[in-house]
């Protein structure tokens, strides 16, 4: 139980740090040699940890408002690693469209156990639905 709350916590500081827009606590999230895949969603990409930081750093200023929720996070532990798969909820405001958006869907985990906690080694990001998505007949 204190693996699976210790997961939790990890999964709110990923989607703080996003939020926030702070890359360093966004950081914290993941293992160094991470790979990161964003792109089920609108324009996104997947590379390495820097890569990712480098492209939401720059793509993430241009939206004044988001705020991810995370939750019904299933985790399957096996000793040092876990996999794990959390429905997300994000509300969002793009400039030039009218009222706010919302998109929903899955993030796909494979943790390890460090010696600094949990980190995620991977994250498949399965954006399942955008409702006022301003990119659908793009």
């Given at each position: ?11 709110t500081r ?6 926030d827009r ?13 790979w990161?895949d964003?792109t ?35 985790a ?22 009218e009222g ?5 869907g ?28 301003p990119?659908?007949?793009?």
């Amino acid at each position: 139980m204190l693996d699976e709350a210790e997961i939790r916590r990890l999964l709110t500081r990923y989607c703080a740090a996003v939020d926030d827009r702070d890359w360093e606590r966004y950081r914290t999230v993941f293992t160094r040699d991470a790979w990161i895949d964003y792109t089920s969603a609108p324009h996104g990409e997947a590379g390495t940890l820097d890569d990712t930081v480098d492209w939401l750093s720059t793509n993430l200023v241009l939206l004044p408002m988001t705020m991810h929720c995370v939750m019904n996070v299933d985790a399957t532990i096996d000793g040092d690693t876990a996999t794990v798969r959390a429905q997300f909820y994000n509300p969002l405001k793009i400039p030039g469209v009218e009222g706010a958006s919302f998109c929903g869907g899955y993030y796909n985990h494979e943790l390890v156990r460090t010696e600094n906690g949990w980190r995620s080694r991977k994250l498949v990001e399965d954006n399942v639905w955008f409702e006022n998505n301003p990119f659908v007949n793009e």
